[in-house]
């Protein structure tokens, strides 16, 4: 053994007693000081908790570690890859764990951290036919107290078909899950949670990218891989631990969708209802059960219990006034917030017709004789 790898084991075997040192007893162990100052009602729930993450690469190293770090019960871990060279200009990879798997050589970081969480690995790939199943069954059945499923599922991915593959089971089980990514000019990322039948799934819309006005075709290079700063990839999986935290502890506001653009510090918001025409029918299936039970899913904590309740009245036998918004419309050519773009237009749907493209828009101020002269010529 060389010298340094004594040190580094030396070091290693010190913070492993630090971590076990982190008792009940210290006033900000983990999570407690979020409690003492009441914002958490219970940190310690955390510890009950499972999160199964997928692609343990710039963005889900870190935020396995965030959770780690944070005390949570579980983690499961999914991942195909291997430590590189390349992925030393990221956070968390070590140069010596390079040629190991991702899943493996996080696993025996995060054990070092915090010895206490319960550490799943699988090494392979989702998108094959005969993983699926196995991705899926860790879904449903991996949390803590055996056979039940996970509390949360977070999409660390850097590809379309990964993603794709966990919003289909994640629809087919009705699992609530969080999707992250980082664009390939690195400066710019999202994150945007999933509720089965309640939200926009993956496949409602063309996938929404924060607007950064630089032509992303000209950043790709054979061998290299371009969303690679550190800073940006910590911000996002800052921002998604910290949705994940408010979600599983229950306090703030849970975001919807959140981007982030490096170059001008802004952060869009926005909130997108699903698409009754979706091409994945488990989603168009979760839709019809929510429309028939509206139970809206509590994301916002920080309002009162009888927020968002419709108003009853005791005289009226009962009816409520509630709001006439289908859950499940969503437009192909809805316009998104300021300073986000969909990746792509989706083509329509058999059946509809375009629009005019000689019509004209009403102008302010015509009268109703100018307005029918206007209408008599299209």
């Not at 206490?116 to 860790?138: G, P, S």
């Not at 819309?205 to 910590?234: H, Q």
Request: hydrophobic share 35%.
């Amino acid at each position: 053994m060389s010298k340094s790898q004594a040190n580094s084991r030396s070091g290693r075997q010190k913070i492993a007693t630090m971590s076990g040192d982190v008792v009940d007893s210290n006033p900000y162990s983990r999570l407690m000081a979020l409690k003492r100052m009441g914002i958490v009602k219970d940190y310690e729930q955390i510890r009950q908790k499972t999160v199964l993450i997928v692609g343990v690469g710039g963005v889900g190293s870190v935020a396995s570690e965030m959770l780690t770090r944070c005390g949570i019960g579980k983690l499961i871990l999914f991942d195909y890859d291997k430590v590189e060279l390349a992925n030393m200009n990221r956070l968390f990879f070590q140069p010596d764990q390079s040629g190991q798997s991702k899943v493996d050589a996080a696993a025996s970081t995060l054990s070092v951290i915090n010895p206490d969480v319960q550490i799943e690995t699988h090494n392979m790939n989702i998108t094959l036919m005969d993983k699926f199943d196995l991705f899926m069954d860790r879904m449903k059945n991996g949390h803590l107290n055996t056979g039940q499923p996970v509390d949360l599922v977070l999409s660390c991915v850097d590809n379309f078909e990964a993603r794709m593959a966990i919003n289909t089971a994640c629809n087919e089980l009705g699992q609530i899950w969080m999707e992250s990514g980082v664009s390939e000019n690195a400066v710019s990322g999202h994150i945007q949670t999933i509720i089965p039948g309640q939200s926009a799934c993956f496949a409602c819309a063309p996938p929404l990218i924060v607007a950064s006005k630089i032509d992303e075709r000209t950043l790709k290079r054979e061998g290299v891989c371009a969303a690679s700063l550190p800073t940006t990839m910590g911000i996002v999986s800052g921002v998604l631990v910290q949705n994940a935290l408010k979600y599983l502890l229950q306090f703030g506001k849970v975001s919807m969708y959140l981007g982030y653009s490096a170059l001008e510090d802004f952060f869009p918001t926005w909130e997108m209802k699903p698409n009754v025409t979706c091409d994945d029918k488990e989603c168009v299936k979760r839709q019809k059960e929510f429309q028939k039970n509206p139970v809206y899913m509590q994301l916002d904590f920080m309002s009162s219990e009888e927020d968002g309740k419709a108003p009853v009245h005791e005289e009226n036998f009962g009816i409520e006034i509630v709001d006439e918004t289908s859950a499940g419309d969503l437009a192909d050519d809805t316009e998104v917030t300021h300073g986000l773009r969909t990746e792509y237009k989706k083509t329509q749907s058999s059946g509809q017709e375009a629009g005019n493209s000689n019509a004209q828009p009403i102008q302010s101020g015509e009268t109703l004789e100018e307005l029918m002269s206007r209408m008599k010529n299209l």
